[in-house]
């Protein structure tokens, strides 16, 4: 039971304004009133019409009509029931849940911890992105020229370079982290030498960088893509599991996609494999798409996906489709309450390949032509009868009743 009192407490130390700052920028315009762009799910404006009434502690948005207080925002905000949004609130400023005994000292502790880690992800994507400048990124320049990615693109992606071993750790070291802050990260690792003396270096030194971003936008590992021929080296080395990155429940775009469903209801959302995978659907117009992180699907991924969007249209490569994680993965999907559609691609392209290939226009024509996920699996299990034979005719429809 949450009393009136506590409530009160809660709103004390929530103060709208800087609640509301995390999610759009207020803009002070008078003596009590503050203005931004609606941050609100499903409305999206040029000109602010979203209000905040700071001695009110109100917000009004003359726009899309709703408005209430610092709990209804945070409910409208994060998707969160009541108690949620009380909790969420509660969490924020340090306050212990009423009945609740965690130790809120302790949160708050790690709480300005796991701040320190977001500067130090947030300052190694940015210097990796500087890096672009030096003439040592060449390459990796040209190489994603050479797959049609602009700098532009670069830009948007926040893509960037790892030039050698040292750069980085040194940087961060200027900037203030220590190595066993670099080392939580991932970003870097201590390797002990023979005579036991030790170094430090940049985890994906020499690799082309794709920052990973969550849906609170900040960046929690990247992946890194080796331009080196030789299969001594992995082509693609990620960031491994840390605090802040947990594979499981991570999807790549996560942070754009969040940002499109706020500018309009999602109908579905394009689920792919890989950087390359989910970056060239997105510079063709089909924004609302995310990758998984290699692994197969998971059921917290599936939850996550269903906050954006009822229907996910699976399009891995030509070649993982019809493989077991691929109908593993559908299953979670469609586990959860998801509508699940799957897109073949021709093997062996990826949606990069193909759209290169063939243009948007007919991607689109395969995205409409998805197959719901039951009408998929039974032409995968068409595949392996005759069924011109009476016989296998037989087995296939017993198989098939079973799907
Ligand atoms: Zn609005």
């Not at 726009?63 to 949004?85: H, K, P, Q, T, W």
């Not at 023979?194 to 992946?223: H, K, Q, T, W």
């Not at 579905?268 to 089909?286: A, D, Q, S």
Request: proline share 4%; charged share 30%; with cysteine.
């Amino acid at each position: 039971m949450i009393d009136d009192k506590f409530i009160d407490e809660l709103k004390e130390k929530n103060n709208l304004v800087d609640v509301a700052s995390k999610y759009c920028d207020l803009k002070r315009k008078g003596a009590v009133n503050y203005w931004a762009c609606c941050p609100l799910p499903g409305h999206s404006e040029k000109t602010p019409s979203f209000t905040v009434n700071e001695p009110g502690q109100f917000f009004k948005c003359f726009g899309c009509g709703r408005g209430g207080d610092v709990i209804s925002f945070i409910r409208i905000m994060e998707n969160l029931d009541y108690v949620g949004a009380v909790r969420f609130l509660a969490e924020r400023a340090g306050l212990p849940m009423p009945d609740d005994n965690r130790d809120y000292a302790k949160i708050a502790k790690e709480r300005s911890e796991r701040d320190r880690l977001l500067a130090l992800m947030k300052t190694t994507a940015m210097f990796y992105v500087e890096n672009l400048k030096d003439p040592r990124a060449k390459k990796y320049i040209d190489y994603m020229q050479s797959r049609e990615v602009d700098m532009r693109t670069m830009k948007i992606f926040g893509i960037g370079a790892s030039l050698d071993m040292s750069s980085l750790p040194r940087h961060l070291k200027a900037k203030g982290f220590t190595e066993e802050e670099m080392i939580k990260c991932c970003v870097c690792k201590k390797k002990v030498k023979d005579d036991g003396s030790s170094f430090i270096y940049d985890f994906l030194a020499e690799r082309l960088i794709f920052p990973i971003i969550n849906n609170l936008g900040n960046v929690i590992a990247f992946g890194g893509r080796t331009l080196e021929k030789n299969p001594r080296f992995m082509k693609y080395k990620n960031t491994e599991e840390t605090e802040l990155f947990k594979k499981n429940r991570t999807l790549f775009n996560i942070n754009k996609l969040k940002l499109e469903r706020a500018k309009q209801e999602l109908s579905e959302v394009i689920l792919v494999e890989g950087y390359m995978g989910t970056i060239r659907p997105y510079i063709n117009g089909f924004k609302n798409v995310v990758a998984s992180m290699g692994t197969s699907l998971t059921v917290e991924q599936a939850k996550i996906l269903k906050r954006y969007a009822p229907t996910v249209i699976i399009c891995y490569d030509g070649d993982s489709a019809g493989q077991k994680s691929t109908l593993r993965g559908l299953d979670i999907l469609a586990g959860q309450g998801l509508e699940v559609k799957v897109l073949q691609l021709p093997p062996p392209d990826d949606p990069d390949d193909f759209i290169r290939k063939h243009g948007a226009e007919e991607f689109k024509k395969l995205l409409d032509e998805s197959l719901p996920l039951i009408d998929y699996k039974l032409k995968i299990l068409e595949k392996g009868y005759d069924i011109t034979n009476d016989a296998e005719r037989r087995k296939y429809i017993q198989e098939a009743i079973k799907v």
